[in-house]
């Protein structure tokens, strides 16, 4: 047998480290404030969710950007190819979500346009390495969230469905969240010169999508009608100064200078969040 040939067949038997899964939400019955009863919580996670389909997007055209590069390393060439299954995924269910939502006139789906047209004149002027770190880096930053969601965020969610929705993500986002850094590292390495615009693309990108997101909260409640609804912002930003106390040092764990995905262990809530949601065997599908 030749070598060629004995590659290959390993490489067949190469599984990636975790599955792509098939979901197909269905969101019709929603009500309209689904997290907390309060239109700024809800409005403030659709802002984020609107996000998510181009972002998503985004960030797998940035990893196909490069994959070639990375072909020798088997391992990391098949959780790249889970990677994009999970996001495609994600994208295809939070649009899912945003064409529901229509049905209260707050039209989600124009601002999901807007950030693929935010992103698409960034990938046109970034170079391919920068492109991959604001993947990267954003990858951080969900991965952060996702946590606070599985452990209590999820519980303001009235709607079982959009509940679902978000704890399905956040168990996916934390299975991928070290995929774009290792490649990042094997394409860069781990020096200075690959530290340096590591975090200066991370400084920007987080400011940016925090910026968008409130901005999109804010379109959302004008659209509602609910700018002037003081209590509900009173609410909002209590929970939102009690929230950022625990996630600004986690975002900050980034500029370590050693950082990695994996200094965390998020395994004992994903269990959890799987049971909660029923995730079974059934729906899950390893990329070979």
Partial sequence: MSVSVLKEKTKQKTPASFPVRRMDYEFADMPKYWCNNEPTFTHYFTGLSTLFPEGESYFVRSVRALRGQIKENEQLDRDIG????????????????????????????????????????????????????????????????????????NELMTDETIRNLWLWHSVEETEHKAVAYDMYQYLYGQGLSAYIPRVAIFTFSIALITLMSNVYQVMLMSRDKQMLNLKSWVKFAGFTVQAYRKLVPQFFSYYRFNFHPNDTDESEIVAQTKIKIGLSPEQSTFIH
């Fill in 82 to 153: 889970a990677f994009i299954g999970q996001e495609a995924m994600h994208s295809k269910e939070h649009h899912a979500f945003h064409l529901s939502a229509q049905q209260y006139g707050l039209d989600p789906e124009s601002l999901e346009k807007i950030t693929g047209t935010m992103l698409k004149a960034i990938e046109k002027t970034f170079p391919k390495k920068w492109n991959l770190l604001v993947t990267v880096g954003l990858e951080h930053y969900t991965a952060v969230l996702v946590v606070e969601m599985m452990k209590n965020v």
